[in-house]
Nanobody, 115 residues
Framework: QVRLVESGGGLVQPGGSLRLSCAASGIIFSTKTMRWYRQAPGKQRELVAIITSGGNTNYDDSVKGRFTISRDNAKNTVSLQMNSLKPEDTAVYYC?????????WGQGTQVTVSS
């Protein structure tokens, strides 16, 4: 059974940092492309960052230079380091994996950027 569990969200002031983590189980983690999405109130879910099984990364333009996605295959975890946070980064952040053409999501972790 595939399971993704996010952690690390919270309330942070503008300009601050947070590190999100996603623990995966039930998949051959090292072979999977992992993604972070976010969904702000009243908006569609959007892709934030991708890391392939080979470690290649890609980011949405809105977070380039501020967010860093990484993975630890030994621990089956994918992380999202978020720096220079802005109020517009406020959203629920979700970890995603696709297995046999089926999408799997974590429960999400809330990130609120506010003074």
């Amino acid at each position: 059974q595939v399971r993704l569990v996010e952690s690390g969200g919270g309330l942070v002031q503008p300009g601050g940092s947070l590190r999100l983590s996603c623990a995966a189980s039930g998949i051959i983690f090292s072979t999977k492309t992992m993604r972070w999405y976010r969904q702000a109130p009243g908006k569609q879910r959007e892709l934030v960052a991708i890391i392939t099984s080979g470690g290649n990364t890609n980011y949405d333009d809105s977070v380039k230079g501020r967010f860093t996605i990484s993975r630890d295959n030994a621990k089956n975890t994918v992380s999202l380091q978020m720096n220079s946070l802005k109020p517009e980064d406020t959203a629920v952040y979700y970890c995603h994996a696709a297995v046999l053409s089926r999408d799997y999501w974590g429960q999400g972790t809330q990130v609120t950027v506010s003074s």
